[in-house]
């Protein structure tokens, strides 16, 4: 708790009261840095209302070998309620074999099989690449006018990617996984 | 005389795995209205059973003369099976009797044969491998490689031909060849 002055005191503050004020002048300092840095690392979240909708499933079907990489595309929406549009991801998914990756599981969970994630903040396909688990900040584009995107148009695509690599090295059987797509306003 | 047997990389397909249910429930939703909003989405794919034989050289005799005796070559492959390592084999060749008729190399005008011996091994090397019949599946083989498919640069079979000197001694003068075939499948 700073010390209490008068502004009539404050032009001659006796030599110890003025240690003082060194010492909680350098607190505050302090405690401003520090701010300052958490700004810098990640936009500071809005409070705004922000909705993601529009989600679909990505089904691949049967994979032969020699049927190569399969990729698929989710147009998306994102709706924010202010004027605001920038918003940001967290994608994660539900594999317990190698938790901290994108990895879809077989039915006894024995066997996995890796796949990519990409964010795009325009309704085109492709994105960024994406890692499990970490907010891919930044983004813009969330529509401001529809919860469901039915007016404006939807805002953003879900990219998956399984590569012939992967597929023609994995075991035979069914994979699933469930990803979660955390949508933040910045 | 020149003998020349090319053997034919075939992949080798065979039914999908039966499917199980996924083990995800039907997820697939929109997230709500709030300070944040979660979607989820369901990603499900089947990976039907596969085979590959890779690592296959051609059989070069060259030419042989009276009293060489036999024409005798072995090569090592690859059998990758994304299951459990087990299949069969079935071999054939391009001669002009057919499927079940033999395995035979031919002259250019497919007027002269000589006939030629096929063994299969599910082990590197010929120790353990057992004849072919043409057009016949073999007996159930083991040890597949089940994670790269070609066996991470290394082999897990064995491929062996051999025309028997008396063969060769008895056909007339000319070069010979033949293709051999190998499908490999579910046991």
Redesign the interface.
């Known amino acids: 708790m700073l010390p209490h002055r008068s502004r009539r005191t404050q032009d001659a503050l006796p030599e110890e009261q003025q240690d003082t004020m060194a010492h909680w002048t350098r607190h505050i300092l302090h405690i401003t840095f520090i701010g300052a840095v958490t700004l810098a690392s990640a936009p500071p979240?809005s409070?705004?209302?922000?909705?993601?909708?529009?989600?679909?499933?990505?089904?691949?079907?049967?994979?032969?070998?020699?049927d190569g990489d399969?990729t698929s595309n989710?147009r998306?929406c994102i709706?924010r309620?202010d004027a605001g549009s920038d918003y940001r991801v967290t994608i994660t998914?539900?594999s317990t074999i190698t938790a901290s990756a994108f990895r879809?599981?077989?039915?006894p969970?024995t066997s996995e099989?890796a796949?990519e994630v990409r964010w795009n903040d325009t309704a085109a396909d492709g994105g960024t690449v994406v890692t499990d688990g970490t907010a891919l900040t930044g983004q813009s584009g969330a529509n401001t006018s529809s919860?469901?995107c039915s007016t404006g148009g939807v805002t953003s695509n879900?990219q998956?990617r399984?590569t012939s690599a992967d597929?023609?090295?994995?075991?035979?059987?069914?994979?699933?996984?469930?990803?979660?797509?955390?949508?933040?306003?910045e | 005389m020149k003998t020349f047997i090319k053997a034919a990389s075939i992949f080798a397909l065979v039914g999908v795995v039966a499917l199980s249910p996924y083990n995800a429930e039907a997820a697939t939703a929109d997230g709500s209205v709030g300070t944040s909003s979660t979607g989820t989405v369901d990603v499900t794919v089947t990976v039907a059973e596969n085979f590959r034989i890779t690592g296959l050289a051609a059989f070069a005799f060259g030419t042989r003369n009276i009293g060489d005796g036999d024409a005798d070559s072995n090569d090592d492959v690859c059998i990758f099976h994304n299951g459990d390592g087990s299949y069969k084999v079935n071999i054939t060749d391009d001669s002009t009797g057919g499927t079940g008729a033999g395995f035979n190399v031919e002259n250019a005008g497919d007027s002269a044969v000589i006939s030629y011996n096929v063994f299969f091994n599910d082990v590197t090397g010929t120790v353990g491998e057992a004849a072919i019949t043409d057009g016949t599946n073999s007996a159930a083989q083991s040890g597949a490689n089940t994670a790269s498919q070609t066996c991470g640069g290394g082999n897990s079979a064995n491929i062996h031909v051999v025309i028997p000197g008396a063969n060769l001694d008895a056909a007339a003068a000319g070069a010979y060849d033949s293709e051999l075939t190998i499908v490999v499948d579910a046991d």
């Open positions: 979240l409070y705004a209302d922000i909705r993601i909708s529009s989600m679909n499933a990505f089904s691949f079907g049967t994979w032969t070998n020699g399969l989710d998306t709706y309620d998914d539900d879809m599981q077989d039915v969970n099989l796949y919860s469901d879900i998956i399984i597929l023609g090295s994995a075991t035979a059987g069914s994979y699933s996984a469930e990803i979660s797509i955390l949508a933040e306003p």
